[in-house]
């Protein structure tokens, strides 16, 4: 190394070293003090949180961004063709969708354990590997304290969206009980259950001369065919099966019929549902 380089970097390193030395307690107060009141310079496109700084979120708090989403998913079986994290591919690209049409919202990270039956004996999904329960006292806790969480920050409409069948009710209760103890209070929690329950997928399917059968009612046509649409990686073809293929396969109706295009439909449909509910129930507050 040349003499005159090493110089440079011998001043360079200890430039560097007095730059990053401990501050005196007052220094560091103050340090502390200043980044606090900064302001981003940089804007940030998305609407997941946990893509966000915590600078980024407060601007947009304080710029108008106060609803937030709270997505739950389980974690469960989906039969040999389906992986298990299925709900929250799901109701991540849903709450995406959802946010950006309401154009004032945020999406808080997907909530991937629900209520899936009892470990011991296993029930429900809980037979099958893979599957992971959680009583719904704890799930309403979680949910409860997410919601408290968004309030002490500033969000002034919490909205709960659920992608699987156990976790409805808890978020409804949970909601019903913040309102009750927040009533007067700026902020309030919308549980929006069409987005599962009342989307018309179903019934649309069925318009297209798909049976009730082969629709069925855990993996078969509805959800797989969202998964082709959202998340084809992770659907296993070659193990498409009426009914799984065989007892106790966890799939109820025929993925065979699944279809990307019947996906693309019924995710328009589910946040149509939401976002018409979301909207109704934030402006009646």
Known sequence: MRRSTYAALVLSVSALGTACAPAEDGETEASAAS??????????STVFIEEMTWTEIREAIDNGTTTVILPTAGTEQNG??????KHKYIVEEASKRIAERLGNALVAPVVTYVPEGEVDPPSGHMRMAGTITLPNEFFMKLVEYAARSFRAHGFADIVFIGDSGGNQRGMEQVAGELNAEWAGDPTRVHFVGDYYANNGYVEW?????????????????TDTSLMLYVAPQHIRT?????????????????PTRARAEYGEMGM????????????????AR
């Open 238 to 254: 070659d193990r498409f099966a009426p009914n799984g293929g065989f007892e106790g396969s966890g799939v109820r109706g025929n």
């Open 268 to 283: 328009e449909l589910r946040v149509e549902a939401a976002v018409r509910q979301a909207q109704a129930l934030i402006g």
């Open 35 to 44: 980044v606090a009141t900064q302001t981003p310079t940089a804007s940030t």
């Open 80 to 85: 040999p063709h389906m992986v298990m994290g």
């Open 205 to 221: 399917l069925m318009e297209q001369g798909e049976t009730e059968e082969d629709i069925g009612s855990h993996a078969g046509i």
